[in-house]
């Protein structure tokens, strides 16, 4: 019964729809076809030398329109800025006039007070500034650094600005340093080891061991792109998975805060590091999967993507190449480089219970570079 009434209506149709079929020209559907090719339309080269315009389009050849085209946008294979050795590292200094106290009304959620910090990459740059910011917002923190003298140091620094800066305080905050290689895994437990028994528990964690090389890449020396990812990415998870254990188990929520770049997302011109960007475009991703993972025990994960950034070493690295801050200031929209304070706010923030919903995030602190 149910197939002939189909039958009958699909019968139907055909015969309402034929005449209109019949209708139609018998060379319309002719007249409209139009020969498919596959080769794009070009215009003669030249048939318009005069045209600007018409000299920045395709049917130009390159270079027609000026010797600006492309000019920021690709690498350069003759820039190479090799990363110096740990000897030759510039010294970091504690923010001064950050840290002091202020009567100024905000939200008591930016406190860190009773946390216990850990900072990897501590000892200088950016990781410098970012632990002194947790010190001044309440917290106790561990430095772990490849240079354990450096990082010794800073501590000591960080204590004394926060001394001067806060002289009516009656507790000063604990700041230890600890030796690491984020690449180890044994050297990251061992490390983290120390630090509980130093501080008796960890709370939050900000990744900033990292560094970058710009060499092009047929010629980046395969031993050095490992070591690039090694401390950028392996030594990332590494820490991350041990702080995460330890909060596990204490049954505690915490934060994790990566470090990555805007590099992760973008392609950093004049410079060629792919290998770096690649390992930062890793560690984004990585924020947000563990973030995931780990929702389920209330640890929260996420990354903070900064863009160009005047550290002590960026300063010397302008210093030897002085055109690349003309070409990296000509494409920030805000045509300012970063300072590494700029980074304070957004580390409290993503650290302390102002952001208690907020995880799997890219807060990306960059001038607005990568809108464009």
Known sequence: MFRSQVFRQLARSARIQAPRAATRAPHDAVGRAR??????????????????????????????????????ARTQNDIRVEYPEEKDLPRSLPVQGRGGSHFKRTLASFSMDGRVGVVTGGARGLGLVMAQALVASGADVALVDMNREEAQRSAQQLVETFKEENPEADKLPKVTAHFCDVSSPTSVNQSLADILKAHGKVDNLVTSAGFTENYNAIDYPHDRMQKLWGVNVDGTYLYAVAVAKHLMERQAPGSIVMIGSMSGSIVNVPQPQAPYNAAKAAVRHLASSLAVEWAHAGIRVNCISPGYMLTALTKKILDDNPELQKQWTSLIPVGKMGRPEDLMGAVTFLSSDASLYVTGADLRVDGAYTCT
């Open 35 to 72: 020969p498919f090719s596959s080769a794009p339309v070009r215009l003669t080269k030249g048939s318009n030398p005069e045209d600007d315009i018409e000299n920045a389009t395709t049917s130009s050849e390159p270079g027609a329109s000026g010797d600006h085209e492309g000019q920021y």
